[in-house]
């Protein structure tokens, strides 16, 4: 037996190195019920015997006494700024200066991106961690190590060959992404407010007094640069002390790179610029050094900032604006969402003038109001939207008659209210319980449900309408020509004469566009019917599974007839019975016939039992095929016979040589089905390198999983 000593050291290291594996690493060995058992275990050997307790060990990650403020702590080496550069030309001018500086034909930089977290500076005493200040104003700091030691990927002692005397590291701690989302839904569900971007949450969950709250928060650490180290010689240059730091036990950053001259730092510039929106942490630039530290030390510093190292920008993702008007917007299935007007702003690399308000609850949540100053973020190619608003610049007007004792301001605006009536067609808007959103109950009443629905219809990947556009469908449907999508086949020349900016030749080419999209498939017209929750992969899933004879050209096809058609589907484009246990029943088959479908689930299918129990939608169906709509034939279950028939397959990851359509294609070459996501119905996962969620949900579900390797040996 180890004497308790014995066993707590062994624990500490062992926990120490699963949590590098983890935290660090991102390769975990164990699972996490096992790290809980061994840190419990430690925990409750260092509660026993309080003199085993030390302070590396992990059980310090869990918070301390709330500190009454925090303390100010010198830096030894002050913490300085860098220059910011955000064009080509101050990129070139900077390799310049520090050729010229040098007097060498070309330098060679260490390169990396800019993280948007904040600063910090960890000494370490012996290997040990002894203190973490913040950044402050560079010269002094807050004392935050209580905080810092709850965030699990700064070690609590280096664990490098040769441990430093003293070594005092900086970096940036930041939230991921994944974990900042995760916290601002927590903060929702406690009703407490939400943090506008994951700086913010990383530097109000640092600045915490109750360590205990930081340790509840994900943090996370990237080491950069090195201000102290005595005891061991470090190496000459900037990217082998990052290595340096990697060997310690620090998580250092993988995007790092070393390149040469101007071009190299450009072409580093634009490579991690296309990453930045799959980057699971925020960004705000890259930064390039000198890489020599002897360079380093010949160029200097000048000011504040070091002339060896520059940050190189990105377009700001976020800026300040005004919110001119809230208007509201009609989708397609009818559902009101909230735009902001905004004075417009150049962020993200365009010029932002709306934004998404998502529905009631974010508007009354964010309390964003007509008149506010605030927060628009554009990342990447996703939608801008509203942040959150400036409260300190609310518009305000004085309260008449207000005294001491009652406030002497209000808001010049109103909260935002959701509107009772469509603003399109004044039909009741409602909210459906638990639903966030309220929709326009006027379906194709509403000129602006009956225009997108449209305009989805003639889209490309639907009955792809030649000339159909925005402009012509506005028209048709303000002036009563065309209701749903079968009259667009009942337009004639005449009618289409007489539209705004419409010539002859641009009818006939409608004309004929028109008529050429009569032929087309079976899962582009389930997709073109626009039906809620069905999208171009369920499209086609149905089609698939059911099937139907394909439709010839010229057949007479009366409605009537069009359930034959369906062949299963059929069955949904009956009546629901009128008998109230009857229709429970009928919907109840209709239900479970649909979810047989590999990836439909319950909600999918309950949109298209709805879809179909409308009568209206049932009539355009049958009247599109008696406008002479068609398609050709599909084999139900387009299978074939193989190895593989009756399986489903889910490809995720990065195969090692299989590329996702080879890998598709062979699969079915045997019979077997790809599917888009995990469910109780897939056989087979197939996992290459960085497989995710999906991969996560089939070992949950207990679902076989397959490498690329075993694929092929399935088939051979
Ligand atoms: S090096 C002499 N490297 O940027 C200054 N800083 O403007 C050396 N930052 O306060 C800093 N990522 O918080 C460096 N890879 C990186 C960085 C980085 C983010 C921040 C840091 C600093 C600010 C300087």
């Known amino acids: 037996m180890p004497s308790d000593l014995e066993r707590a050291c062994d624990l500490r290291a062992l926990l120490h190195r699963y949590a590098h594996e983890y935290y ?42 709330p500190l009454p403020e925090f303390s100010e702590i010198t830096h030894k080496v002050p913490m300085l700024s860098l220059n910011n550069a955000f064009e080509d030309e101050d990129i070139a001018a900077f390799d310049k200066r520090v050729r010229e500086g040098l007097g060498v034909a070309e330098v060679v930089y260490d390169v990396g991106p800019k993280f948007d977290g904040l600063a910090i500076s960890l000494t370490y005493a012996d290997g040990v961690l002894t203190q973490a200040a913040t950044r402050g104003d560079g010269a002094t700091g807050e004392d935050v190590t209580q905080n ?3 965030i699990r990927a700064i070690p609590l002692r280096l664990s490098g060959t040769a441990v430093p005397a003293l070594l005092e590291v900086r970096g ?17 569900t406690r009703g407490q407010k939400t943090f506008a971007n994951p700086r913010n949450a990383a530097a109000g969950s640092l600045r915490q007094l109750d360590s205990r709250i930081t340790a509840t928060r994900r943090l996370t650490f990237f080491a950069y640069g090195v201000a102290q180290c005595d005891g061991v010689a470090l190496p000459g240059e900037q990217s082998a002390i990052m290595d340096f730091l990697a060997a310690q036990g620090f998580p250092v950053c993988h995007e790092r790179s070393r390149v040469a001259g101007a071009q ?7 490579a991690i610029g296309e990453k930045r929106g799959t980057l699971p942490y925020d960004i705000d630039g890259v930064v390039y050094k000198v890489d020599s530290l002897a360079q380093q030390a010949e160029l200097g510093f000048v000011s504040r900032a070091p002339r060896w190292a520059i940050a190189h920008k990105y377009p700001a993702q976020e800026e300040l604006t005004t919110v001119e008007a809230i208007d509201i917007q009609v989708g397609r299935t009818g559902a009101l969402t909230p735009v902001a007007r905004l ?25 964003v109001r007509v008149g506010d100053t605030v927060i628009v973020r554009r990342a990447g190619d996703v939608i801008p939207e509203v942040v959150g608003v400036v409260l300190e610049k609310r518009p305000m007007r004085d309260v008449p008659g207000a005294d001491l004792f009652s406030a002497a301001q209000e808001p010049v605006n109103p909260p935002f209210e959701m509107p009772k009536t469509c603003p399109v067609c004044g039909s009741h808007a409602v909210k459906g319980v638990d639903e966030a959103v309220t929709r326009c109950t006027g379906g194709l009443y509403c000129a602006a449900q009956r225009k997108q629905a449209l305009w989805h219809f003639a889209s490309r990947k639907a009955l792809d309408i030649d000339g159909l556009g925005d402009k012509i469908i506005e028209q ?12 667009i086949y009942l337009l004639n020349p005449e009618q289409l004469a007489g539209l705004e900016r419409m010539g002859e030749k641009s009818a006939q080419n409608l004309l004929a566009g028109i008529a050429v999209s009569k032929n087309t498939t079976l899962p582009r017209f389930i997709y073109a019917l626009g039906i809620r929750n069905v999208g171009e992969a369920t499209a086609r899933d149905l089609a698939s599974h059911f099937g139907t004879p394909g439709i010839q050209k ?4 009366i409605a009537e007839e069009v359930a034959k058609y369906f062949a299963e589907f059929g069955e949904l484009m009956s009546d629901l019975p009128a008998d109230e246990a009857e229709c429970k029943q009928v919907i109840a088959r209709r239900l479970d016939l649909l979810t047989q479908v590999p990836d439909v689930g319950p909600v999918v299918a309950q949109s298209i039992v709805d879809f179909f129990a409308e009568a209206h939608n049932r009539d355009v169906v049958a009247a599109l095929l008696a406008a002479g709509v068609y398609w050709p034939a599909i084999e139900v279950n387009a299978a074939r016979e193989g190895p593989f028939t009756g399986k489903t397959f889910v490809l995720t990851g990065t195969l090692p040589t299989l590329g996702r359509d080879e890998a598709k294609a062979m699969i079915e070459a045997a019979g077997g089905k790809v599917a888009g996501s995990v469910s109780k119905k897939t056989s087979v996962v197939v996992a290459g390198e960085e497989a995710g969620s999906k991969l996560a949900k089939a070992q949950e579900l207990g679902i076989t999983i397959w490498t690329e390797e075993q694929l092929r040996a399935a088939l051979a």
Do not use: W
């Not at 390769?27 to 509660?47: G, H, K, N, W």
């Open 148 to 150: 810092v030691r709850t």
């Open 264 to 270: 190299g730092l450009l072409d580093y510039y634009r």
């Open 554 to 557: 010229d057949e007479k096809v």
């Open 172 to 188: 940036e701690v930041l939230m991921l992404k994944k974990d900042f989302a995760r916290l601002n839904e927590d903060q929702v």
């Open 24 to 65: 660090v690493l991102d390769t975990p060995t164990v699972p996490d019920a096992e790290y809980d058992r061994l840190f419990a275990e430690l925990q409750a050997l260092e509660i026993a015997h309080p003199e085993l307790a030390t302070v590396d060990s992990p059980t310090q990650r869990v918070g301390g006494k």
């Open 476 to 487: 048709l449907v303000d002036i009563g020509l065309v209701k749903t999508p079968a009259d």
């Open 343 to 367: 004075k417009p702003v150049f962020v993200g690399g365009v010029t932002v003038t709306n934004a998404t308000l998502h529905n009631e609850d974010e508007v009354r949540r964010k309390d």
